[in-house]
């Protein structure tokens, strides 16, 4: 029996022991992952040390390095991931509707959960510890099948998670973790319908298209991120650079992040040399049209190519444009229907970017890194959904829940 084949069977029957479990004991589990991550970081750092080092061997680039990274601070930031998902309401059995029926039928539409998810990811060890938590709060199964690059942080940490939920009456292996990371692996869970209820993918536009492409296994696409940045006109230039600056470089590597600046051109003598001037200051490589290359000899000429690459780096592709129509137009071409951001004074030019603009979220004046589970205040995040069927945008708890209906009669028989 394959690995994913045994740990796919091993989540079935943890599904069927979830759904019995308290509110009280879900939450208790929780808070024993959170401390046993903070008990253990110094295991974990050192697991994770070995991942890195072989990355850096493989000559993985700084931002995806910068992804798998794990320290103090990041481990703690998991940890209070896992304390706030206590503190959320327990989507789990709420009563979503009720209606009585002419019949005398009582009709109730209650929210359960889906079953088993798994998921496909990519470095990002902390994702690890986000869909273990949410799961769990919701009271899901989980599989998951991380990458080579963080194998060695990904046993670590699944390893000292079930470790504590077995303390606390979890059965062995609620949390399953797929060891083996050759693609044939990705291959057989996308296709396992018997064990499986939904995938989620997480990673680059190859992962997703790969997993997308060969699942029989319901899927959720997520993570894709081209991401725009639009100056219009009438921008605060302050503001403008500011946002500008932060979408790109505060962390490049994650989808959340702009990969390309339309500018209106109105406003690009001035608010695009103090751009540049900051993308220069931190190293970012610079692709243009004819337009924004007048204004440094530091930028490269633009084509579509780089204006369709999600690029999870120090690189960002700028275009000038007419106005918001060009820019909504440049972004209906090259945009993956993540997160779309407009620097605008004027009501008329934010309510058509609002409205014309097909993404799982618009960002008015602010950036575009603000589209994440714990900004939104849904505590940590299985992933960003760009599709738009069931869940869009960062998928929080009841993302991860589908719903049944109880009818309840007294005697009636259909005529």
């Not at 959170?34 to 990355?55: F, P, S």
């Not at 510890?129 to 769990?136: E, N, P, S």
């Not at 605008?344 to 589970?373: M, Q, W």
Request: proline fraction near 3%; charge should be negative.
């Amino acid at each position: 029996m394959s690995d994913v084949l045994l740990k796919s069977k091993q989540a079935k029957e943890i599904s069927k022991f979830l759904v019995t479990v308290s509110t009280e004991q879900k939450n208790n589990g929780l808070k024993s992952m959170a401390k046993a991550l903070r008990d253990n970081k110094t295991y974990i750092i050192a697991e994770n040390k070995k991942d890195l080092e072989q990355g850096e061997k493989d000559n993985i680039s700084k931002a995806l390095l910068d992804r798998l990274a794990l320290n103090d601070k990041r481990i703690e930031d998991m940890a209070i991931g896992l304390e706030i998902v206590i503190d959320l309401p327990d989507p789990i059995n709420e009563l979503m509707e009720k209606w009585d029926r002419p019949n005398g039928l009582n009709i109730s539409k209650v929210r359960v959960p889906i079953g088993v998810i798994g998921i496909i990811y990519e470095a990002r060890p902390n994702v690890t510890v986000d869909a273990a938590g949410l799961t769990l709060k919701t009271s899901n199964a989980v599989l998951l099948r991380g990458s080579s690059s963080a194998i060695n942080s990904n046993i670590a940490i699944v390893s000292v998670l079930n470790k504590v939920l077995v303390e606390v009456g979890f059965p062995a292996n609620t949390i399953n973790l797929v060891e083996h990371t050759s693609r044939e692996t990705v291959l057989e869970l996308v296709t396992l319908k018997e064990y499986i209820d939904l995938v989620i993918p997480r990673g680059g536009a190859g992962l997703i298209n790969a997993v997308v492409n060969s699942a029989t296994v319901p899927c959720i696409e997520t993570g894709i991120g081209n991401c725009h940045v639009f100056i219009d006109d009438s921008a605060n230039i302050e503001n403008a650079v500011k946002i500008a600056v932060n979408a790109k470089v505060q962390r490049p590597s994650v989808c959340n992040a702009a990969e390309s600046l339309l500018v209106h051109k109105d406003i690009a003598k001035k608010v695009l040399p103090l751009i540049i001037k900051e993308y220069l200051a931190s190293n970012v490589e610079m692709y243009g049209c004819k337009e924004t290359m007048k204004f440094s000899d530091k930028v490269l000429p633009a084509t579509d190519k780089e204006y369709a690459t999600e690029f999870s780096d120090y690189i960002i592709s700028i275009k000038v444009v007419e106005d918001v129509n060009e820019a909504i137009s440049h972004i209906d071409k090259f945009g993956t229907k993540h997160t779309e951001a407009i620097i605008s004074e004027t009501s008329k030019s934010i309510e058509l970017f609002s409205t014309k603009v097909d993404a799982s979220a618009i960002i008015i004046n602010a950036s575009t890194r603000f589209t994440d589970g714990f900004e939104f205040g849904f505590g940590a995040e299985i992933g960003i959904s760009t599709q738009k069927m069931h869940a869009r945008g960062p998928m929080g708890l009841k993302e991860l829940t589908t719903y049944k209906y109880v009818v309840t009669g007294n005697g009636q028989v259909r005529e």
